[in-house]
Protein backbone atom coordinates (compact mmCIF):
# COMPACT_ATOMS: atom_id res chain seq x y z
CA UNK A 1 0.00 0.00 0.00
CA UNK A 2 1.36 3.68 -1.13
CA UNK A 3 2.25 5.57 1.79
CA UNK A 4 0.44 9.20 2.18
CA UNK A 5 -2.30 7.94 -0.15
CA UNK A 6 -5.82 6.84 0.19
CA UNK A 7 -6.13 3.20 -0.61
CA UNK A 8 -9.44 0.36 -0.54
CA UNK A 9 -9.77 -2.09 2.27
CA UNK A 10 -8.50 -5.11 1.95
CA UNK A 11 -11.37 -6.28 3.61
CA UNK A 12 -13.61 -4.77 0.76
CA UNK A 13 -14.44 -8.51 -0.88
CA UNK A 14 -16.84 -9.33 1.84
CA UNK A 15 -18.49 -6.46 0.14
CA UNK A 16 -18.12 -7.18 -3.54
CA UNK A 17 -19.55 -10.72 -2.14
CA UNK A 18 -22.81 -8.84 -1.14
CA UNK A 19 -23.89 -8.12 -5.17
CA UNK A 20 -24.66 -11.68 -5.08
CA UNK A 21 -28.53 -12.08 -5.50
CA UNK A 22 -30.16 -12.01 -2.00
CA UNK A 23 -31.64 -15.58 -3.06
CA UNK A 24 -28.38 -16.88 -2.85
CA UNK A 25 -27.51 -15.24 0.65
CA UNK A 26 -30.45 -16.78 1.61
CA UNK A 27 -29.78 -20.55 0.98
CA UNK A 28 -26.38 -19.66 3.04
CA UNK A 29 -27.61 -17.99 5.66
CA UNK A 30 -30.47 -20.67 6.05
CA UNK A 31 -27.72 -23.32 6.32
CA UNK A 32 -26.01 -21.80 9.31
CA UNK A 33 -29.58 -21.45 10.76
CA UNK A 34 -30.58 -25.12 10.19
CA UNK A 35 -33.15 -23.78 8.14
CA UNK A 36 -37.36 -24.70 8.16
CA UNK A 37 -39.23 -22.68 5.84
CA UNK A 38 -37.05 -22.37 2.72
CA UNK A 39 -40.78 -20.72 1.52
CA UNK A 40 -41.04 -17.71 3.20
CA UNK A 41 -36.99 -16.79 3.91
CA UNK A 42 -35.71 -16.33 0.53
CA UNK A 43 -34.36 -13.55 1.69
CA UNK A 44 -36.40 -10.86 2.72
CA UNK A 45 -39.15 -9.09 0.47
CA UNK A 46 -39.42 -6.18 -1.32
CA UNK A 47 -42.23 -3.74 -1.99
CA UNK A 48 -44.30 -3.52 -5.01
CA UNK A 49 -47.57 -4.77 -6.67
CA UNK A 50 -49.47 -1.76 -7.69
CA UNK A 51 -47.70 1.10 -5.85
CA UNK A 52 -44.76 1.61 -8.04
CA UNK A 53 -44.97 4.34 -10.98
CA UNK A 54 -42.72 2.54 -12.83
CA UNK A 55 -44.81 -0.76 -12.71
CA UNK A 56 -44.30 -2.97 -15.65
CA UNK A 57 -45.78 -5.99 -14.39
CA UNK A 58 -48.50 -6.74 -11.99
CA UNK A 59 -46.44 -7.73 -8.90
CA UNK A 60 -43.07 -6.04 -9.09
CA UNK A 61 -40.43 -6.08 -6.33
CA UNK A 62 -39.66 -3.25 -4.89
CA UNK A 63 -35.94 -3.27 -3.39
CA UNK A 64 -34.92 -2.04 0.02
CA UNK A 65 -31.76 -0.87 -0.14
CA UNK A 66 -29.53 -1.95 3.36
CA UNK A 67 -26.20 0.09 3.75
CA UNK A 68 -22.97 -2.13 4.99
CA UNK A 69 -22.62 -0.67 8.76
CA UNK A 70 -22.09 -4.15 9.37
CA UNK A 71 -21.26 -7.54 7.82
CA UNK A 72 -23.87 -8.74 5.81
CA UNK A 73 -25.43 -11.59 7.36
CA UNK A 74 -25.70 -9.22 10.63
CA UNK A 75 -27.49 -6.60 8.50
CA UNK A 76 -29.81 -9.00 6.71
CA UNK A 77 -30.70 -10.92 9.84
CA UNK A 78 -31.76 -7.45 11.79
CA UNK A 79 -34.16 -6.72 9.09
CA UNK A 80 -35.66 -9.82 7.31
CA UNK A 81 -38.38 -10.36 9.56
CA UNK A 82 -39.60 -7.02 9.16
CA UNK A 83 -39.14 -7.15 5.84
CA UNK A 84 -41.62 -10.33 5.33
CA UNK A 85 -44.20 -8.66 8.09
CA UNK A 86 -44.49 -5.33 5.93
CA UNK A 87 -45.03 -7.62 2.84
CA UNK A 88 -47.94 -9.42 4.66
CA UNK A 89 -49.14 -6.53 5.47
CA UNK A 90 -49.36 -4.03 2.66
CA UNK A 91 -50.39 -7.24 -0.05
CA UNK A 92 -46.93 -6.43 -2.43
CA UNK A 93 -43.56 -7.99 -2.27
CA UNK A 94 -40.56 -6.62 -0.45
CA UNK A 95 -36.95 -7.92 -1.28
CA UNK A 96 -33.60 -6.38 0.47
CA UNK A 97 -30.41 -5.86 -1.19
CA UNK A 98 -27.22 -4.95 0.00
CA UNK A 99 -25.84 -2.11 -0.80
CA UNK A 100 -21.88 -2.88 -1.60
CA UNK A 101 -20.71 0.66 -1.16
CA UNK A 102 -22.47 3.62 1.26
CA UNK A 103 -22.47 6.12 -1.77
CA UNK A 104 -24.12 3.57 -4.64
CA UNK A 105 -27.23 4.58 -3.16
CA UNK A 106 -28.17 7.72 -5.01
CA UNK A 107 -26.66 5.99 -8.01
CA UNK A 108 -29.04 3.17 -7.80
CA UNK A 109 -32.04 5.12 -6.48
CA UNK A 110 -31.23 7.45 -9.35
CA UNK A 111 -31.32 4.20 -12.03
CA UNK A 112 -34.53 3.11 -10.03
CA UNK A 113 -32.79 -0.23 -8.93
CA UNK A 114 -33.62 0.33 -5.26
CA UNK A 115 -37.13 2.50 -4.40
CA UNK A 116 -36.89 2.74 -0.63
CA UNK A 117 -33.85 1.92 1.61
CA UNK A 118 -32.76 2.15 5.51
CA UNK A 119 -30.10 4.73 5.04
CA UNK A 120 -27.51 6.24 7.40
CA UNK A 121 -27.87 10.08 8.06
CA UNK A 122 -25.49 11.24 5.28
CA UNK A 123 -26.63 8.97 2.79
CA UNK A 124 -30.29 9.95 4.10
CA UNK A 125 -29.36 13.77 3.53
CA UNK A 126 -28.12 12.87 0.43
CA UNK A 127 -30.91 11.44 -0.69
CA UNK A 128 -33.06 13.51 0.64
CA UNK A 129 -30.78 16.48 -1.14
CA UNK A 130 -30.58 15.49 -4.19
CA UNK A 131 -33.24 12.91 -5.12
CA UNK A 132 -35.87 14.12 -2.73
CA UNK A 133 -36.26 10.81 -1.00
CA UNK A 134 -38.46 11.17 2.07
CA UNK A 135 -37.51 9.72 5.58
CA UNK A 136 -40.87 7.63 6.62
CA UNK A 137 -39.83 6.38 10.24
CA UNK A 138 -36.55 5.33 12.61
CA UNK A 139 -36.04 2.97 15.05
CA UNK A 140 -35.80 3.81 18.78
CA UNK A 141 -32.90 1.86 20.57
CA UNK A 142 -33.23 0.07 23.18
CA UNK A 143 -31.87 3.29 25.40
CA UNK A 144 -34.36 5.52 24.39
CA UNK A 145 -32.46 7.22 21.97
CA UNK A 146 -33.23 7.28 18.01
CA UNK A 147 -30.19 8.92 17.19
CA UNK A 148 -26.34 8.31 17.51
CA UNK A 149 -22.80 9.89 17.51
CA UNK A 150 -19.45 9.28 15.86
CA UNK A 151 -16.24 8.81 17.85
CA UNK A 152 -12.66 9.11 16.86
CA UNK A 153 -10.75 6.55 18.90
CA UNK A 154 -7.02 5.29 19.37
CA UNK A 155 -5.43 2.86 21.26
CA UNK A 156 -4.77 3.87 24.79
CA UNK A 157 -0.85 2.54 24.42
CA UNK A 158 -0.72 4.17 21.09
CA UNK A 159 0.48 8.26 22.94
CA UNK A 160 -2.01 10.01 20.69
CA UNK A 161 -4.07 12.58 22.78
CA UNK A 162 -4.61 15.35 20.52
CA UNK A 163 -4.23 15.75 16.54
CA UNK A 164 -0.71 17.25 15.98
CA UNK A 165 0.18 14.09 17.84
CA UNK A 166 -1.68 11.98 14.60
CA UNK A 167 0.67 13.53 12.37
CA UNK A 168 2.26 10.72 10.28
CA UNK A 169 -0.14 7.83 11.81
CA UNK A 170 -2.81 5.91 9.92
CA UNK A 171 -5.98 6.91 9.63
CA UNK A 172 -9.30 4.52 9.37
CA UNK A 173 -12.12 5.70 7.97
CA UNK A 174 -15.41 3.74 6.97
CA UNK A 175 -16.81 6.08 3.37
CA UNK A 176 -17.03 8.85 2.06
CA UNK A 177 -20.71 9.06 2.42
CA UNK A 178 -20.84 8.45 6.50
CA UNK A 179 -21.62 10.91 8.80
CA UNK A 180 -19.43 9.42 11.55
CA UNK A 181 -16.77 7.52 9.63
CA UNK A 182 -16.07 10.09 7.20
CA UNK A 183 -17.87 13.64 8.04
CA UNK A 184 -17.39 13.94 11.01
CA UNK A 185 -13.90 13.23 11.47
CA UNK A 186 -13.12 15.67 8.39
CA UNK A 187 -14.91 18.19 10.10
CA UNK A 188 -13.01 17.58 13.34
CA UNK A 189 -9.78 17.50 11.72
CA UNK A 190 -10.52 20.51 9.41
CA UNK A 191 -11.02 22.42 12.45
CA UNK A 192 -8.00 21.69 13.87
CA UNK A 193 -6.55 22.65 10.54
CA UNK A 194 -5.88 19.92 8.89
CA UNK A 195 -7.18 20.44 5.05
CA UNK A 196 -5.17 17.79 3.21
CA UNK A 197 -5.64 13.91 4.98
CA UNK A 198 -3.42 12.19 2.42
CA UNK A 199 -0.15 14.64 3.15
CA UNK A 200 -0.90 15.08 7.02
CA UNK A 201 -1.37 11.42 7.58
CA UNK A 202 0.81 8.54 6.58
CA UNK A 203 -1.98 6.34 5.30
CA UNK A 204 -5.73 6.45 4.83
CA UNK A 205 -7.75 3.60 3.87
CA UNK A 206 -11.65 3.03 3.60
CA UNK A 207 -12.21 -0.22 5.54
CA UNK A 208 -16.15 0.06 4.48
CA UNK A 209 -18.00 -0.69 7.50
CA UNK A 210 -17.96 0.69 10.99
CA UNK A 211 -17.01 -2.60 12.85
CA UNK A 212 -13.86 -2.85 10.47
CA UNK A 213 -12.61 0.42 11.58
CA UNK A 214 -13.09 -0.66 15.30
CA UNK A 215 -10.99 -3.91 14.08
CA UNK A 216 -8.55 -1.84 12.20
CA UNK A 217 -7.78 0.35 15.49
CA UNK A 218 -8.08 -2.70 18.12
CA UNK A 219 -5.97 -5.24 16.17
CA UNK A 220 -3.16 -2.35 15.60
CA UNK A 221 -3.20 -1.88 11.46
CA UNK A 222 -4.16 1.73 12.02
CA UNK A 223 -3.31 4.41 14.58
CA UNK A 224 -6.59 6.19 14.44
CA UNK A 225 -9.92 5.26 13.64
CA UNK A 226 -13.36 6.35 13.22
CA UNK A 227 -17.46 4.87 13.97
CA UNK A 228 -20.67 5.13 15.12
CA UNK A 229 -21.03 4.99 18.87
CA UNK A 230 -24.20 2.31 18.03
CA UNK A 231 -21.60 -0.30 16.42
CA UNK A 232 -18.92 0.38 18.63
CA UNK A 233 -21.39 -0.42 21.45
CA UNK A 234 -22.54 -3.80 19.82
CA UNK A 235 -18.88 -4.62 19.34
CA UNK A 236 -18.15 -3.85 22.95
CA UNK A 237 -20.71 -6.32 24.55
CA UNK A 238 -19.06 -9.47 22.82
CA UNK A 239 -15.41 -8.62 22.92
CA UNK A 240 -14.49 -6.09 26.28
CA UNK A 241 -11.10 -5.36 24.71
CA UNK A 242 -12.93 -2.56 23.05
CA UNK A 243 -13.34 -1.13 26.00
CA UNK A 244 -10.14 -1.88 28.00
CA UNK A 245 -7.91 -1.07 24.87
CA UNK A 246 -8.93 1.71 23.33
CA UNK A 247 -9.75 5.56 24.27
CA UNK A 248 -12.01 8.06 22.73
CA UNK A 249 -10.52 11.21 21.84
CA UNK A 250 -13.90 13.33 19.90
CA UNK A 251 -17.79 12.70 20.05
CA UNK A 252 -19.82 13.98 17.52
CA UNK A 253 -23.14 16.19 17.79
CA UNK A 254 -26.21 13.50 17.58
CA UNK A 255 -27.31 12.53 13.94
CA UNK A 256 -30.35 10.63 13.59
CA UNK A 257 -30.44 7.09 13.51
CA UNK A 258 -30.73 4.60 10.02
CA UNK A 259 -34.16 5.29 9.02
CA UNK A 260 -36.55 3.78 5.88
CA UNK A 261 -36.48 6.66 3.09
CA UNK A 262 -38.89 5.97 0.61
CA UNK A 263 -38.64 7.00 -3.45
CA UNK A 264 -40.96 9.96 -4.60
CA UNK A 265 -41.54 6.89 -7.58
CA UNK A 266 -44.03 5.00 -4.71
CA UNK A 267 -47.60 6.09 -4.20
CA UNK A 268 -48.04 8.38 -1.09
CA UNK A 269 -50.92 5.90 -0.05
CA UNK A 270 -48.32 3.28 -0.09
CA UNK A 271 -45.71 5.26 2.15
CA UNK A 272 -48.24 6.60 5.15
CA UNK A 273 -49.42 2.81 5.36
CA UNK A 274 -45.66 1.67 5.80
CA UNK A 275 -45.04 4.51 8.50
CA UNK A 276 -48.64 3.25 10.38
CA UNK A 277 -47.35 0.30 10.38
CA UNK A 278 -43.84 0.63 11.52
CA UNK A 279 -45.17 3.33 14.19
CA UNK A 280 -47.43 0.83 15.71
CA UNK A 281 -45.23 -2.40 15.46
CA UNK A 282 -44.92 -1.97 19.12
CA UNK A 283 -48.48 -2.31 20.13
CA UNK A 284 -48.84 -6.15 18.57
CA UNK A 285 -47.05 -9.55 19.79
CA UNK A 286 -45.49 -9.82 16.31
CA UNK A 287 -44.88 -6.65 15.88
CA UNK A 288 -42.80 -6.68 19.23
CA UNK A 289 -40.91 -9.77 18.40
CA UNK A 290 -39.71 -7.77 15.46
CA UNK A 291 -38.75 -4.84 17.09
CA UNK A 292 -36.68 -7.17 19.55
CA UNK A 293 -34.42 -8.99 16.55
CA UNK A 294 -33.85 -5.32 15.92
CA UNK A 295 -32.76 -4.37 18.89
CA UNK A 296 -35.42 -1.74 19.33
CA UNK A 297 -38.07 -0.53 21.12
CA UNK A 298 -40.46 1.11 18.53
CA UNK A 299 -40.55 3.36 15.62
CA UNK A 300 -40.87 6.98 15.33
CA UNK A 301 -41.93 9.38 12.76
CA UNK A 302 -39.14 10.80 10.60
CA UNK A 303 -39.12 14.15 8.87
CA UNK A 304 -36.38 16.26 7.21
CA UNK A 305 -35.76 18.25 9.00
CA UNK A 306 -34.76 16.23 11.77
CA UNK A 307 -31.23 15.67 9.46
CA UNK A 308 -29.91 19.14 10.14
CA UNK A 309 -26.93 18.65 12.21
CA UNK A 310 -25.69 16.59 9.34
CA UNK A 311 -25.94 19.13 7.20
CA UNK A 312 -23.93 21.64 9.44
CA UNK A 313 -21.47 18.48 10.09
CA UNK A 314 -20.99 18.81 6.19
CA UNK A 315 -20.71 22.09 5.63
CA UNK A 316 -18.28 22.56 8.42
CA UNK A 317 -16.60 19.54 6.73
CA UNK A 318 -16.62 21.53 3.69
CA UNK A 319 -19.02 19.15 1.76
CA UNK A 320 -21.83 20.77 -0.21
CA UNK A 321 -24.34 17.87 0.37
CA UNK A 322 -26.60 19.35 -2.96
CA UNK A 323 -23.88 18.44 -5.37
CA UNK A 324 -21.86 16.16 -3.22
CA UNK A 325 -19.96 13.38 -5.43
CA UNK A 326 -17.23 10.82 -4.80
CA UNK A 327 -15.38 7.82 -5.46
CA UNK A 328 -13.28 5.87 -2.65
CA UNK A 329 -9.75 5.26 -3.79
Known sequence: MARGGVTDCKHTTIFMFARVSFQALAVLRLIRLNVHHIATTVLVLAVAGPWAATAQSDNPAIKIGLIPERNIFDQVARYETLAEYLSSEVGARFQLTMLSR??????????????????????????????????????????????????????????IK?????RGKRLALVEKATTAGYVFPRAYLRRHSVEDLGT????????????????AVLGG???????????????????PRIEEELRILAVSPRVPSNGLFMSVLLDAGLKEQVRDLLLNLDNTVKGRAILQKMDALRFEATRTADYGPVFDLAATAGIDIKSY???NK
Open 102 to 159: YGNIVQRITNNEVLAAFLGSFTGGLASAQLGMEPIARPVNRDGTSTYFGRIFVRKDSG
Open 162 to 166: TVPDM
Open 200 to 215: FFSEVRFWGSHDATVS
Open 221 to 239: EADIGAAKNTVMDWRMQVD
Open 325 to 327: SYI
